[in-house]
């Protein structure tokens, strides 16, 4: 068997072993990019070196996992995957996320105590070798300013599906007021949110994390409605300003076109090429303040095509921004 064969066995079998509800055949298709008849013949290979696969029935569906894991020899990490453990790590602190900071050192060093010590002794050369190789590029913006305790409540609250109460800072700090919601999710960027639906309200909306005090779970079970999707909400905006979604056209000119194709701008993108070699892309999405602020960055190479309220606001920030006054308060040059 070719060594890229045998890797994906191996995979397989990882992933059988750490799912809990074990993986339909449809899923391993999917997630190898194979037909249903390789993704037999790979769990047969795969049930042929671990006897003790399980076959679980949900009706006329079956579902495979390899129950109490894995001998730790097919466990152990390799040396690339400890140092993007590191890196991610740096990247977090950098950003501001402390507490995520904390938690992928933690993982870090519960994974490097399950190696052999010999083994562990030549991989921490060759993880620092890496790790002084390899750095993140500075992104400048905001860093999220967010209490550990705060977000350990919310994601208690989460788990347990329990109401959250919670002291909210208005823009500034002038005034605060309490405000009890059932929470729904957590939408993590340059800000984090919590997307909670107050008590009474039809929607859940967005909680900034940095503006809540004194946040306690309840006894009272969270009201979540049935409807509600996470990642349905998440891609009604560009970045996460919330607003009715709206059919966007974008034209992209043909100097430009390769570095688009690489782009994520949104889930919904779709990519049409144009005879002159430049791309029309297209797109729905809420936040179209952000998605001019994006815009911005790509200094004239994407054209607004549709909607006008979409070519209206980009062009009442480019006034703004052309003719905005330095600000006399501040005495810096």
Request: charged fraction near 30%.
């Given at each position: 068997m070719r060594l890229d064969k045998a890797t994906a066995l191996l995979h397989l079998a990882r992933r059988l072993a750490a799912s809990a509800e074990g993986l339909a055949l449809e899923e391993i298709a999917a997630e190898f990019g194979v037909d249903r008849r390789t993704a037999e013949r790979m769990r047969d290979a795969v049930r042929d070196l671990f006897p003790q696969m399980?076959?679980?029935?949900?009706?006329?569906?079956?579902?495979?996992?390899?129950?109490?894991?894995?001998?730790?020899?097919?466990?152990?990490p390799t040396v690339e995957e400890l140092a993007d453990l590191a890196l991610a790590a740096e990247a977090a602190r950098r950003d501001g996320l402390q507490g995520r900071a904390e938690n992928l050192v933690s993982l870090a060093g519960k994974v490097e105590s399950r190696i052999r010590p010999g083994?562990?002794?030549?991989?921490?050369?060759?993880?620092?070798?890496?790790a002084l190789t390899e750095r993140?590029?500075?992104?400048?913006?905001?860093?999220?300013?967010?209490?550990?305790?705060?977000?350990?409540q919310l994601r208690t609250a989460l788990l347990a599906m329990r109401q959250v109460r919670f002291d909210y800072s208005a823009r500034g700090g002038a005034e605060t007021v309490q405000r009890t919601v059932d929470p729904c999710g957590l939408l993590f960027g340059s800000v984090y949110y919590l997307v909670a639906r107050r008590i009474g309200a039809p929607d859940p909306v967005l909680w900034r994390l940095d503006r809540m005090a004194g946040v306690e779970v309840l006894e009272s079970p969270a009201q979540v409605p049935e409807s509600f999707d996470?990642?349905?909400?998440?891609?009604?905006?560009?970045?996460?300003?919330?607003?009715?979604?709206?059919?966007?056209?974008?034209?992209?000119?043909?100097?430009?076109?390769?570095?688009?194709?690489?782009?994520l701008f949104h889930p919904s993108q779709t990519f049409e090429p144009?005879?002159?070699?430049?791309?029309?892309?297209?797109l729905r999405t809420g936040g179209l303040l952000e998605?001019?602020?994006?815009?911005?960055?790509?200094?004239?190479?994407?054209e607004i095509l549709a909607p006008d309220r979409l070519k209206t606001l980009m062009a009442e920030e480019v006034s703004r921004f052309r003719f905005s006054e330095p600000d006399a308060t501040n005495d810096q040059p």
């Open positions: 399980e076959e679980i029935r949900e009706g006329r569906a079956k579902r495979f996992r390899i129950p109490g894991g894995l001998d730790p020899f097919f466990e152990t083994l562990r002794v030549r991989y921490a050369a060759d993880v620092e070798a890496l993140i590029a500075l992104r400048p913006g905001p860093r999220p300013a967010c209490d550990p305790e705060v977000l350990r996470m990642d349905a909400f998440a891609r009604q905006s560009f970045g996460v300003f919330q607003e009715p979604a709206e059919d966007i056209v974008l034209r992209v000119r043909p100097g430009s076109a390769d570095l688009a194709r690489s782009f144009q005879p002159d070699g430049g791309l029309l892309l297209r998605l001019c602020w994006h815009l911005f960055t790509w200094r004239g190479e994407i």
